[in-house]
């Protein structure tokens, strides 16, 4: 098959919403359709071991969050899919960022009873400034919910985008009847008990009008339904699949993940509208996916996806090109030739080796202890992919060994977990003391409990009173020494060697600012 049929077959997307409004169960669900699972392993209850598919870290399993973006690859009507399913926990922001980095299209679940919240904002924020297109799956509809209509509001309203549903719900909660698919002209009737395996039944319904929809959905329901459409058609202009690919209208569908209804209908139509692999851009010039030479980056870093065989897997995004099995490619950074023999393609945390990859694919290499967070493999071009960044920590502390016959096996573990981009550590210049620095307070105890079960260290924490970290430069070498010189107490360097002011308050960093104005202060660790 040529490179560009291969590249037009397939979708790259990530999945992401405010934790709890049902992430993993779509992800879950959207897999079972595609045949990639048989029977979903229910998210909700603890009880039942087996979990989700797509939490397969032990901690996720024991919290029911998810942690770390997870990737998973299936086929659906000769469509090739990659999901990635994001952490929704705000501690976690970070990871999921990065990822927007790697998708070409998002599907944004919002709770049906909550509607919009704080965190969904936030990642709508990051898919505007790259202009990603998002469908919206409104979720949870067999509880009571929110007016569709008040939700598409809102949802317009608060992402800021305009909205067009694709599906319309017919009531909520106990009374929840189904969807009517405005997209394919059918109606999903809804049956309440939870069905774990991809089958639903559906009607043809080309003529909303005809008598035989009382039948279904009983008289009154009928009339709502007749109503809301006509409001739909009146209010909302027809979708315009260009205005989606350009990320200013969000199709809208209805259902309940967990009960598996409305996520076909989402599914169907997403393969038919969502953008194949779109170019990337870098420093120097825009990489088009259909060029022939293999060009891809490192947007995450997992350490022990075995917890038996301590393996790092770099997941790297194929921008251009055909990846192959043991063929050389250029590691940028390093400026060395690499290749390798195992690379591999994800179903969450079962692996298989391939021999190709194209555009729009993630492939898993194995790392020992090489790569980084942004870095690129070409076929001999010297390029950087740009917009994958850390930003500035909010959360301070010392860490400290609490098991000295395990230096070692300590140092070992907070190495690898800051490659992976969990947190970040920086090595105070006036002690020598170690400061990790994080978004989030739940990464604390991540990080505690995966130095203990997966390294075997354990580490305790001690408070410090940092108000924010900025990278530093400048190029007036002398005020950057005197500037060093005098904040010696406030200064360190991070992983990479580049300096870094601790900032203990609000007020000094704004002086520090003022006086220094030589001096560039980052935010994020992409300057």
């Known amino acids: 098959m040529a490179l560009i049929d291969e590249i037009t077959r397939r979708r790259t997307f990530a999945v992401i919403a405010h934790p709890d409004a049902g992430k993993t169960t779509l992800t879950e669900k959207l897999l079972l359709f595609g045949g990639a699972i048989h029977v979903a392993g229910a998210v909700k209850s603890n009880k ?4 989700a ?16 973006t997870s990737v998973m690859g299936f086929n659906y009507k000769d469509v090739k899919i990659n999901i990635l399913d994001t952490p929704g926990h705000e501690d976690f922001a970070e990871d999921t960022y990065r990822t927007l980095t790697a998708v070409d299209s998002v599907i944004i679940v919002i709770d049906g009873a909550k509607g919009v919240e704080a965190q969904t904002l936030k990642l709508m924020n ?42 319309f719900p017919i009531s909520s909660g106990d009374t929840f009847k189904g969807v009517y698919n405005i997209y394919e002209k059918n109606l999903s009737l809804f049956t309440s ?26 008289p009154s329901y009928a009339k709502q339904l007749r109503e809301d459409l006509e409001i739909v058609e009146g209010i909302y202009d027809d979708f315009d699949r260009q205005a989606y690919l350009d990320g200013k209208l969000a199709p809208v569908f209805f259902g309940s993940a967990v009960n598996n209804f409305g996520v076909r209908e989402l599914l169907e139509c997403f393969i038919r509208i969502a953008p194949s692999p779109r170019p990337s851009t870098t420093e120097s010039r825009q990489i088009e996916p259909s060029e022939a030479k293999m060009t891809g980056f490192i947007f995450k870093i997992h350490a022990n996806m075995d917890p038996n ?25 390093s400026g060395k030739q690499l290749k390798f023999s195992s690379p591999t393609a994800f179903m969450a945390e079962k692996k298989s080796v391939i021999d190709f990859a194209y ?22 071009e010297k390029l950087k992919f740009t917009g994958i960044p850390s930003f500035s920590p909010e959360l301070f502390r010392y860490i400290e060994n609490a098991d000295p016959m395990k230096f070692k096996q300590l140092a070992k573990g907070v190495d690898q977990l800051m490659d992976e981009g969990v947190a970040q550590l920086f090595t105070s210049s006036l002690n020598g003391r170690k400061i990790i620095g994080t978004v989030g307070q739940l990464q604390f105890e991540v990080i505690q409990y995966r130095l203990e079960h997966e390294y075997g260290a354990k580490c ?5 009173s940092i108000y924010k970290a900025c990278w530093i430069e400048s190029d007036n070498q002398e005020q950057l020494a005197d500037f060093k010189r005098r904040k010696h107490s406030n200064m360190a360097v991070d992983k990479h060697g580049r300096d870094v002011f601790l900032a203990d308050t609000s007020y000094a960093l704004a002086l520090a600012q003022e006086n220094f104005k030589d001096i560039r202060f980052h935010f994020t660790s992409e300057f």
């Open 48 to 51: 039942i071991k087996k979990g």
């Open 53 to 68: 598919t797509s939490d397969f870290m032990e901690i996720e399993r024991q919290r029911g969050i998810s942690v770390a």
């Open 126 to 167: 990051v898919c505007r400034m790259r202009s990603t297109p998002v469908i919206v799956f409104v979720n949870k509809m067999d509880r009571p919910c929110k007016d569709p209509f008040d939700l598409l509001d809102e949802i317009e309203k608060e992402l800021q985008i305009r909205v067009r549903p694709l599906a």
């Open 193 to 218: 008990d939870e069905r774990q395996t991809a089958d639903a039944s559906t009607v043809d319904f080309s003529d909303i009008s005809s008598p035989e929809l009382d039948d279904y959905i009983t």
């Open 309 to 333: 065989h301590r393996d790092r897997i770099a997941f790297m995004k194929i921008c251009s090109g055909t990846f192959e099995r043991n063929k050389n490619y250029l590691h940028v950074r």
């Open 359 to 380: 555009p729009g694919d993630i492939v898993g290499l194995h790392d020992t202890g090489t790569f980084k967070i942004g870095d690129t493999f070409t076929e001999g």
């Open 460 to 464: 305790r924490w001690e408070p410090i």
